[in-house]
């Protein structure tokens, strides 16, 4: 079946503007996940959805970072006023049972 | 906090040869440890995974053993081929970072880098 989809998978964009990253999860995984991989920081946990709720937004690194899921399915990452240190691949993974997470191909952002 | 200890690569090895990556890992609870696989131009796979103390998670003929006295978890092959190289990932999922119930959150090392020559 199909696995975890992100879009796009490449975003270069000015400082300061918004952007948008989508996340498709494996049909019926309830649980949906983001992280960031970056050369600095290596890949760090960001937000954590269980149906459409968020429990665990711990890893958001500021305010400039929102993240919203919709029917159980679709996630949005946003950032906002975009800095250069937000360049980094968003990494987005679904599960159904715990301990086994599928991981997107991941989007790219660059921020110039 | 938590935290996650890999070997620094990267690491090149003729084929056939004996891998070891190391794996160390610092948690406030019981954890479950994993080793996750990134092949060049793909996404991050679950390698293998352990849950319990001397649990031993084994697949493609990596292995690696829950090591509780030590906390380590380090990754082992007999015989590496071309196709093994790739960036590997040791992490951790540790319930008491969701105040007693785990959900999977993931705590990653920093990855190490594995080139197999013919």
């Known amino acids: 079946g199909a696995g975890v989809s992100q879009s796009p998978s490449n975003k270069v964009t000015e400082k300061g503007k918004d952007v948008e990253l989508r996340c498709d999860p494996i049909?019926?995984?309830?649980?949906l996940y983001w992280y960031r991989q970056s050369l600095g920081q290596g890949l760090e946990f960001l937000i954590y959805f269980q149906g459409n709720s968020a429990p665990d937004k711990s890893g958001l690194p500021s305010d400039r970072f929102s993240a919203e899921r919709t029917g159980g399915s679709v996630s949005t990452l946003t950032i906002q006023r975009t800095q250069q240190e937000d360049s980094a691949v968003y990494l987005c993974?679904?599960?159904?049972?715990?301990?086994?997470?599928?991981f997107g191909p991941g989007t790219r952002l660059t921020v110039t | 906090g938590d935290s996650v200890t890999q070997m620094e690569g990267p690491v090149t090895l003729s084929e056939e040869a004996f891998l070891t990556i190391n794996c160390t890992y610092t948690?406030?609870?019981?954890?479950?440890l994993f080793w996750y696989v990134q092949y060049p131009g793909e996404g991050l796979q679950l390698l293998l995974k352990?849950?319990?103390?001397?649990d031993k998670g084994s697949n493609k003929g990596f292995e690696a053993t829950y090591r509780k006295e030590t906390t380590s978890f380090h990754l082992e092959k007999g015989s590496v081929q071309v196709s093994d190289s790739a960036v590997y990932f040791c992490?951790?999922?540790?319930?008491?970072?969701?105040?007693?119930?785990?959900?999977?959150?993931?705590?990653f090392g920093q990855g190490t880098i594995l080139t197999v020559h013919p």
């Open positions: 049909s019926g995984h309830t649980a």
């Open positions: 352990a849950t319990k103390a001397d």
């Open positions: 993974a679904s599960s159904l049972r715990l301990y086994e997470q599928y």
């Open positions: 948690a406030t609870g019981y954890p479950s």
């Open positions: 992490a951790l999922s540790d319930p008491f970072n969701a105040g007693g119930t785990s959900y999977g959150k993931l705590t």
